[in-house]
Nanobody
């Protein structure tokens, strides 16, 4: 009964910027790590960036220096600020939330957003 709703994707010219957001809603007590992943046609889904509940971030080399992941725990929201976008950034971007199971015995559940299209083209 957890849903992730993404927004912010679209068409942008090379060098432009986009800010993606993903809001988790439903039966949520807490969220552990959140992350952004992307998948281009013919490619496997790849990690873009992750952020822990305490704010520790990691980035794939592809976006390092251009992308910034952040979160607002009070709003159960994760953001991805993408600057200086390049055509190779074109992909469907998905957010993921790791949410503890109702019983700790089961560990965490992974929830995924529906994906939002980012197209970088002149």
């Amino acid at each position: 009964q957890v849903q992730l709703v993404e927004s912010g994707g679209g068409l942008v010219q090379p060098g432009g910027s986009l800010r993606l957001s993903c809001v988790a809603s439903g039966s949520i007590v807490s969220i552990d790590a959140m992350g952004w992943y992307r998948q281009a046609p013919g490619n496997e889904r790849e990690l873009v960036a992750t952020i822990t509940s305490s704010g520790n971030t990691k980035y794939a080399n592809s976006g390092k220096g251009r992308f910034t992941i952040s979160r607002d725990n009070a709003k159960n929201t994760v953001y991805l600020q993408m600057n200086n976008l390049k055509p190779e950034d074109t992909a469907v971007y998905y957010c993921k939330a790791e949410i503890p199971a109702r019983l700790s015995y089961f560990g965490n559940y992974n929830y995924w957003g529906q994906g939002t299209q980012v197209t970088v083209s002149s």
